[in-house]
């Protein structure tokens, strides 16, 4: 028995774990700057060439940059860039040859038999520096230009789905009481 993906499976799956956690972001009041800036974050860090890091890179992200990033979506950005990641391994590998003049790392089957049989240990540490130093040169112009994307596009999500603005509160004397201001003598 063949098991296909149906369209309406991959559909709840799509809203349930991009729509949905997107939706509860926009509607939580967060400014579009610091969506644009999350995202963009999150998705150059998403796109790092060894697969399982760019969680961990998107940890210590956000632990580095504290309240001016918004966390969910920093990992929501990294879940969504995974196949752009994947993608993008070859074309950092062959920047990083050409940034360095290395030699060609060959993706053909006997490369690959090679690293399963452990006879390409150097070659293959090689050509992951190389693909480490593609993705370091490419990340200032991924995050700039998709932080310059997505700002427009937060404006109008956040414009559309986003919370209703309240009016600003104004401190009422029982407020004032139950936070008085500490004095100094």
Known sequence: MVMGL??????????????????????????????????????????????????????????????????????????????????????????????????HFPLTSDALKKVFTGQASQEVFLSIGNALLGWLVATPFFFISLYVVLMPCFKILVRKFGAVASTPKTPTSVDIELNPKPRFA
């Open 6 to 103: 149906s369209k309406g499976r991959v559909k709840a799956w799509f809203n349930k774990k991009i729509t949905d956690p997107l939706l509860q972001i926009l509607r939580r009041g967060t400014e579009p700057k610091q969506l644009a800036f999350s995202a963009a974050l999150g998705i150059t860090l998403g796109i790092f060439p060894i697969c399982g890091v760019p969680v961990f890179l998107c940890g210590v992200a956000i632990a580095f940059f504290g309240s001016a990033c918004h966390a969910p979506t920093v990992m929501l950005a990294n879940i969504i860039a995974t196949p752009v990641e994947l993608a993008l391994v070859v074309p950092f590998l062959r920047l990083g040859e050409k940034v360095t003049g290395g030699p």
